[in-house]
């Protein structure tokens, strides 16, 4: 046994160094290949916290849930056994691209159970529903603000959507990342 | 030349090449054809029930045949033919994201025909949905009369889907009996309601 | 063996006699006429591939307001009236995809727009637009192109070729089936009506 040890040993010295090498830079290429390639790559941004994306702050203000069974659910017209999600973010816009607009964003609501997306929705602003965004407010990211502006979007939602929501910002240049501002 | 001997393993190699054969030929008649791998998982239902797939749940009230049709916004289409007209409550689950009821066909033997768009907004065709929130009203198929009293109607099915092309994802499958529904002069059909029921 | 004895000069020009014999037999060497496209009366059904298509007439016109299909100004609509019947297994539509005719073609029109499919395809019966056309059920429609107020006027001859595809086969990579690319496949020759603004529709 010994002897068969030591006649080689320079192949066995070289085996116990390539082996885990070849393994470890296997899994390093096909890990960081999985990472990079995964079609959407959320950052999350806790309830409350200002979350930077796209060289731009984006933090939730305000979100409310009006019932379609409410006197104002009923005034705006929802749908029977639905609610509207009014989310309010405070957009800051940081360094401006090279036309010198801040960044365009599509915005989705996505309901979460223990940090995966169940469903999603996209905004309301088409639906046959009559709200009306408060004054000084946009509802869509507007590229040619480049001061700090207020966005206010709305979903509806069927009422059984649970409490975990975030709001989904997607710009596209920054994808796959999205930023996920939770509410 | 010699003759040559019988041996058993000639005999047994000759017996292991048919054998071989045999499930070659049985696993290429068994593989599965591209439409095969492909097809839509269709989802049986019955007429009045919830039938529900991965990602589009329906209810089918009611079917009905008539020669011409009026629908709630006032449209008031003829056509050469009947229409078939059913009332059916659609919801999109899982996906979100602007889902629309893009596959809604009615299928009798050999012969699919799509959800007329003609009556604009006063059916649900092409439909843009909201996850969790169903849409409930009509949609109206054009049909040949005779297709209608053939006796491939009598096994008709109204196929949903959310997605234009069905392939690899939930098709609702809700049998209809054609032949057993009288023809009607003129109905009229509800406004489609967004909102649960 | 017989063939180790056989010239091969011999199994040449054999061979020679034998195909100049076929072709003779099948009708000779010289290049096969291309047949002409057929003609096409007006109220006579042309069957393609999957539609049979009964062309009427062809007018112009100012516009259809009832519904909102109106030219930009100086221009007008050329519309070419058809009885349209899906003869296939499965919903047809009549507006491509690929954003040229595929049913009929006005041939040396220059139209506003860029493609040469038609700038709506209406219903007469309702005045929708009809997008697909079912299995069975014949149609009366408009094909509506537009074109400049000066490029025709009424009493013009107008000649509209007639397209059709050939199936090939069932699509793998996309859902549906697969078809050849259009080709001319009959004519029609219209005199233009002019109707003005018409009430048409």
């Given at each position: ?11 066995l ?9 070849t ?31 796209a060289?731009?702050r984006w ?10 069974t409410s006197?104002?659910?009923?005034e ?19 360094e ?27 905004d ?20 040619s ?16 959507a649970?409490d ?11 994808l796959p ?7 | 030349?010699?003759?040559?001997t019988?041996?058993?393993r000639?005999v047994?190699n000759?017996?292991?090449?048919v054998?071989?054969?045999v499930?070659a ?15 839509p ?18 209810t ?22 009947v ?10 689950r ?10 809604a ?6 012969t699919?025909?799509?959800?007329s768009?003609r ?6 065709a ?18 040949p ?26 098709l609702?499958?809700i ?17 489609p309601?967004?909102?649960a029921? | ?40 009366e ?6 393609g ?10 007018a112009l ?10 030219p ?32 009929m073609?006005p ?16 219903v007469?019966?309702d ?6 056309v079912?299995?069975g ?54 005199t ?10």
């Amino acid at each position: 046994m010994k002897a068969w040890l030591r006649s080689n040993r320079v192949g066995l010295v070289a085996v116990a160094i390539l082996l885990p090498a070849t393994v470890g830079i296997t899994f390093a290429n096909e890990w960081t290949a999985y990472f990079g390639q995964r079609p959407s790559i959320p950052v999350d941004v806790a309830p409350g916290d200002e979350g930077a994306f796209a060289a731009t702050r984006w933090a939730v203000e305000k979100t409310e849930r009006i019932p379609a069974t409410s006197t104002e659910g009923d005034e705006i017209g929802l749908p029977a056994g639905s609610e509207l999600v009014v989310v309010s973010v405070r957009v800051t816009p940081g360094e401006l691209d090279s036309n010198g607009e801040s960044p365009r964003c599509l915005l989705d609501l996505e309901e979460l159970d223990g940090g995966t997306m169940t469903r999603g929705w996209g905004d309301a602003l088409s639906e046959p529903i009559s709200f009306d965004t408060a004054d000084g407010a946009e509802s869509i990211c507007t590229a040619s603000n480049t001061e700090p502006y207020l966005l206010e979007t709305i979903f509806v939602v069927p009422a059984d959507a649970g409490d975990e929501l975030a709001l989904a910002v997607t710009v596209v240049g920054e994808l796959p990342e999205y930023l996920r501002l939770r509410l | 030349m010699t003759r040559t001997t019988m041996n058993w393993r000639h005999v047994a190699n000759g017996a292991g090449l048919v054998v071989i054969l045999v499930i070659a030929g049985l696993v290429a008649h068994s593989t599965p054809s591209i439409a095969e791998k492909q097809a839509p998982i269709a989802v049986r239902g019955e007429l009045g029930e919830p039938v529900a797939g991965r990602n589009i749940l329906a209810t089918v009230d009611a079917v009905r045949v008539a020669r011409s049709v009026e629908a709630s916004n006032g449209w008031a289409g003829g056509t050469a033919g009947v229409w078939v007209v059913v009332d059916v409550s659609v919801e999109a689950r899982v996906d979100g994201l602007d889902p629309t009821l893009g596959y809604a066909r009615l299928r009798v033997g050999e012969t699919t025909f799509s959800a007329s768009t003609r009556p604009g907004d006063g059916s649900i065709a092409e439909r843009g949905m909201t996850v969790g929130i169903a849409w409930t009203g009509p949609l109206m198929f054009e049909l040949p009369l005779d297709v209608v009293s053939s006796p491939a109607a009598a096994n008709a099915e109204l196929q949903l889907a959310l997605d234009s092309d069905p392939r690899v994802d939930s098709l609702l499958v809700i049998p209809v009996d054609l032949r057993a529904l009288d023809v009607d002069e003129s109905i009229e059909t509800d406004r489609p309601v967004w909102g649960a029921r | 063996m017989l063939y180790d004895r056989l010239p091969t000069k011999w199994l040449i020009t054999g061979i020679s006699a034998v195909l100049l014999g076929l072709s003779a037999v099948l009708g000779g060497l010289d290049d096969v006429a291309p047949t002409p496209i057929p003609r096409v009366e007006a109220g006579q059904p042309f069957a393609g591939e999957r539609l049979t298509v009964t062309a009427e007439r062809a007018a112009l016109i100012d516009g259809f307001p009832e519904q909102g299909v109106m030219p930009a100004d100086g221009n007008r609509l050329l519309v070419v009236v058809a009885t349209v019947e899906n003869t296939s297994n499965d919903p047809l539509r009549l507006a491509t995809l690929t954003g040229d005719a595929d049913t009929m073609l006005p041939v040396d029109v220059d139209f506003a727009a860029e493609s040469s499919a038609p700038t709506a395809v209406l219903v007469f019966d309702d005045g929708s637009t009809v997008s697909t056309v079912q299995p069975g059920v014949p149609v009366e429609v408009a094909f509506v192109w537009e074109v400049a107020a000066h490029e025709l006027s009424g009493g013009d001859e107008l000649r509209v070729d007639l397209l059709d595809r050939t199936y090939q086969g069932e699509a793998t990579v996309y859902f549906g089936d697969r078809f050849s690319d259009d080709f001319v496949a009959g004519y029609l020759a219209f005199t233009i009506d002019d109707l003005g603004a018409g009430s048409d529709g």
